[in-house]
């Protein structure tokens, strides 16, 4: 059942729009319930008299919209909450594809509207939310004509809540207490905080452009009390939430915009907005404390997914409105001469081929033009996305683009394209023949290697030696980067890694890490069929690759995965995950 909730507030004038709109909707398994906060107009007498199938939860007196909505979800059940203002129009098919998208991609949480101006409908208000790690939310698009800039499917960081649908179960779970939305706050900045602790916990959030709702931007607030609580709460949201690790890193940031807005204030002080925001500001100093000890356990939990190196949490990933046959992961760092070509030749296969698919950029901090040449070939193309990234190294890429992707086949393949993208067609055989991952792999028989220099060779031989008795037995090349995988085994054991997981810090010069080892050491320990594929390889001779310093942290990282197995970080690494609950390891 879905349960939508209107929150009201004196908001006798706005009400017949909102609720004859909910009228015409094509979806009609809906509850509505409208949580008067101590109106004191004519709102309870209009819902009696007029619309008698909306059920009304009458607060005893005014305590804020943010209590209310708390009121409104404690008295309601069912699968989905649905939050709506009451000084909006939904189109008649807003529910029915707004509810629809979290349906039908339950990797989702939450699923975000297309909000457009009640005066002038071909402007955004939002499309999805952002927020910035100096402490400063936004809407996507606000302010700009709506040309179809914002009509894909995509994933988002966060929902804005005047029309947001939300898996009650995950709600429940960011409780605290009785509290979904910190009602500290008082209002403004409420959902911020919730998407914020959403994301830390890898909640992921869906935009639907074609739930659309026309919205009178802050009908029954705004004024003096919107920049009063947004002075007010920038901050302590970002007190509260932000990880540790990012406060250390942009804690000036913070500081700057704040100082920002309060020069701002300061010049407009004569304008009673600019007074109610420098109020504000102050009040925030006062309560900085409390916001402090509100922080939960979760200052290294970041969600690997993030817009950009100033954007914490959200992606540029497309999401597909189709179920992709395959996801095809290509890690980069400084890729503006090869990754063309190598797109290039990706691509002119795949659109050959008779199943649909993605092609994911893992951008890991490129300095060079690699994302802008990605982004001017793409453009016009919803089968690939770019994930920018900061600079933190292969296998953290790798893992980001794997987390991100939709589809029933994962490949990792190397930015130089060293393994032709037609040797894919061996690896699948084996994964629709029942193995859960497949290693394209140089050695055994009916491997071929092109152009690799003698000692190179020889190295490769030593290293996988060490890996052998130190890590994982009978697999010849585990540093090939050409593997497949299935989905819900690719999402367990990229969830499970801890070299490179949510923790792993900017790499210094390395072109290459030992990410593969984990990850093998991982499925083998966990059950899953693994098969080795002899494939084609071609050495680079524009390699990247520094033999003594990548070959020397390849074995640190082969000895910490044995290191980190004795210490039990691998929680457990013996029990395979029920099949009914791999597809949802991304949660865990």
């Not at 094509?26 to 709102?43: I, K, P, Q, Y």
């Not at 960011?174 to 403004?188: C, S, T």
């Not at 290294?300 to 950009?308: E, F, M």
């Not at 691509?347 to 081929?353: K, M, N, S, T, V």
């Amino acid at each position: 059942m879905i349960n939508i909730i209107i929150p009201n507030y004196n908001g006798c004038a706005y009400l017949p729009t909102c609720l004859e709109a909910l009228r015409q909707q094509t979806r009609h398994d809906f509850n509505t319930l409208v949580v008067d906060d101590g109106s004191t107009d004519e709102s309870c007498a209009l819902l009696s008299c007029d619309y008698p199938e909306v059920r009304v939860l009458a607060m005893p007196e005014n305590r804020g919209f943010i209590a209310a909505v708390n009121a409104g979800i404690r008295a309601t059940s069912g699968e989905y909450v649905v939050l709506l203002n009451n000084d909006t129009e939904a189109h008649p098919r807003w529910l029915e594809y707004l509810i629809g998208a979290l349906e039908r991609f339950p990797q989702f949480d939450f699923a975000a509207s297309k909000l457009l101006l009640f005066d002038r409908r071909d402007h955004i208000h939002s499309a999805g939310d952002f927020y910035g790690a100096d402490g400063v939310p936004g809407s996507r698009g606000v302010w700009q004509r709506d040309v179809g800039q914002y009509d894909a499917v995509e994933e988002v960081f966060g929902p804005c809540a005047g029309a947001a649908a939300y898996r009650r179960d995950t709600l429940m779970a960011l409780a605290d207490g009785d509290q979904v939305f910190d009602e500290d706050l008082g209002m403004y900045c409420e959902d911020v905080d919730l998407n914020i602790r959403a994301r830390l916990q890898r909640h992921r959030t869906i935009y639907v452009p074609q739930a659309v709702v026309y919205h009178k931007l802050s009908a029954t607030g705004g004024g003096k009390l919107a920049s009063y609580y947004c002075g007010r709460n920038f901050s302590l949201v970002w007190a509260k939430n932000m990880p540790a690790n990012h406060i250390r890193r942009y804690w000036p940031a913070l500081v700057w915009s704040q100082l920002g807005f309060a020069v701002h204030s300061l010049w407009h002080v004569r304008e009673s907005a600019a007074r109610a925001r420098l109020r504000g500001q102050f009040d925030s100093i006062r309560l900085f404390p409390s916001f402090i000890r509100k922080r939960h356990a979760h200052d290294n939990a970041l969600s690997p997914v993030r817009y950009n190196a100033d954007v914490v949490g959200a992606s540029t990933v497309k999401y597909p409105t189709y179920q992709p046959t395959l996801s095809i992961i290509v890690p980069a760092y400084n890729e503006e001469l090869r990754l063309p070509d190598t797109l290039t030749q990706i691509l002119a296969y795949l659109d050959q081929q008779p199943y649909s698919f993605e092609v994911i950029i893992a951008d890991d901090g490129s300095t060079d033009r690699t994302a802008q040449l990605v982004e001017q070939m793409t453009d016009h193309r919803d089968d690939v996305s770019l994930l920018r990234l900061d600079h933190r190294g292969k296998g953290f890429a790798v893992r980001s683009g794997v987390l991100a992707s939709h589809g029933e086949y994962v490949l990792l393949c190397d930015a130089d394209l060293a393994v032709p993208i037609e040797e894919w067609e061996k690896l699948q055989r084996y994964l629709d023949g029942g193995y859960d991952v497949v290693i394209g792999s140089r050695e055994g028989l009916g491997a071929r290697r092109l152009g690799e220099p003698w000692y190179r060779h020889m190295m490769g031989r030593v290293f996988n030696m060490i890996v052998q008795v130190v890590a994982i037995g009978g697999i010849q090349d585990t540093q090939c980067g050409f593997k497949g995988f299935r989905r819900g085994v690719a999402l367990d054991l990229f969830h499970r890694v801890r070299i490179y997981g949510d923790n792993a810090q900017t790499i210094i010069g390395a072109a290459v890490t030992a990410y593969d080892v984990e990850v093998l050491f991982l499925a083998r320990h966990r059950g899953y069929r693994i098969a080795e594929v002899p494939v084609l390889w071609r050495y680079g001779t524009e390699t990247k690759v520094d033999p003594m310093r990548d070959s020397l942290r390849n074995l640190q990282d082969v000895l910490k995965v044995r290191w980190y197995a004795m210490l039990g970080k691998y929680q457990g690494l013996n029990a395979p995950l029920p099949v009914e609950m791999i597809e949802t390891a991304r949660k865990q």
